[in-house]
């Protein structure tokens, strides 16, 4: 209702925090340079860290800075905005820049919230969550890539190719520590990206105040 909105709102200095995070993300180029990725992950866990990604942020509160890029009639949309997560259920993502600047997504449980950089809050449809990985991978062939640091954490990049064609394929990238999908590509049958979401710093652990 009105009051959850309204505390989830007042999280304690959100304009402070999106000047903050350019910042930070420029001394993270630097740390990113310098991790060290350790070796592979072994497959079992690879299927393991999958199953739990769905549930990873329903157990974390985090903000970052993350970077949306859609591709739709030829042309390249992207979006620069910063996400604040209250575990379980409560999110909230400012546009920063780029195509959706100003604008604001809320999630109050199954509740979504869209607002206009000139508007008041709406509510609006969004798909209903739901996590059917072994049916995914039934359908599709789970492949590790190569391990590699996203917005400074250790990930393990890993294809979902395919077993029946026309569909398209995805590549996620997961923290290797707590399963959180850190970068996500998803392509077409025909190898075109048509849409990317990565982060590009993160603090998990972040007392967001209610």
Same mark, same amino acid.
């Given at each position: @209702?009105? @009051?959850?909105?309204?505390?989830?709102?007042?999280?304690?200095?959100?304009?402070?925090?999106?000047?903050?995070?350019?910042?930070?993300?420029?001394?993270?180029?630097?740390?990113?340079?310098?991790?060290?990725?350790?070796?592979?992950?072994?497959?079992?866990?690879?299927?393991?860290?999958? /199953?739990?990604? &769905?549930?990873?942020?329903?157990?974390?509160?985090?903000?970052?800075?993350?970077?949306?890029?859609?591709?739709?009639?030829?042309?390249?949309?992207?979006?620069?905005?910063?996400?604040?997560? /209250?575990?379980?259920?409560?999110?909230?993502?400012?546009?920063?820049?780029?195509?959706?600047?100003?604008?604001?997504?809320? /999630?109050?449980?199954?509740?979504?919230?869209?607002?206009?950089?000139?508007?008041?809050?709406?509510?609006? #449809?969004?798909?209903?969550?739901?996590?059917?990985?072994?049916?995914?991978?039934?359908?599709?062939?789970?492949? /590790?890539?190569?391990?590699? &640091?996203?917005?400074?954490?250790?990930?393990?990049?890993?294809? #979902?190719?395919?077993?029946?064609?026309?569909?398209?394929?995805?590549? $996620?990238?997961?923290?290797?520590? *707590?399963?959180?999908?850190?970068?996500?590509?998803?392509?077409?049958?025909?190898?075109?990206?048509?849409?990317?979401?990565?982060? $590009? *710093?993160?603090?998990?652990?972040?007392?967001?105040?209610?």
């Amino acid at each position: @209702g009105s @009051g959850a909105l309204g505390r989830l709102l007042r999280y304690g200095g959100v304009s402070r925090l999106i000047r903050k995070r350019m910042v930070a993300a420029r001394a993270g180029l630097l740390v990113s340079m310098l991790l060290t990725v350790a070796g592979p992950v072994a497959a079992a866990d690879i299927r393991a860290l999958l /199953q739990k990604s &769905p549930y990873a942020e329903r157990k974390l509160s985090y903000q970052g800075t993350k970077l949306l890029t859609r591709v739709s009639g030829g042309k390249t949309h992207t979006t620069t905005a910063e996400v604040y997560h /209250q575990a379980p259920n409560r999110t909230l993502m400012v546009g920063v820049s780029g195509s959706l600047a100003g604008a604001q997504i809320l /999630q109050l449980g199954r509740e979504y919230y869209r607002k206009p950089p000139d508007g008041e809050y709406q509510r609006t #449809l969004m798909p209903e969550f739901s996590q059917q990985t072994e049916l995914l991978l039934r359908n599709y062939r789970l492949i /590790q890539q190569r391990t590699e &640091p996203i917005a400074q954490r250790r990930c393990v990049m890993v294809l #979902l190719q395919p077993r029946h064609r026309g569909n398209p394929s995805k590549r $996620i990238w997961l923290d290797v520590r *707590n399963a959180m999908p850190l970068q996500s590509q998803i392509w077409s049958w025909k190898g075109e990206l048509t849409e990317q979401s990565s982060f $590009i *710093n993160i603090q998990y652990h972040v007392p967001l105040s209610t």
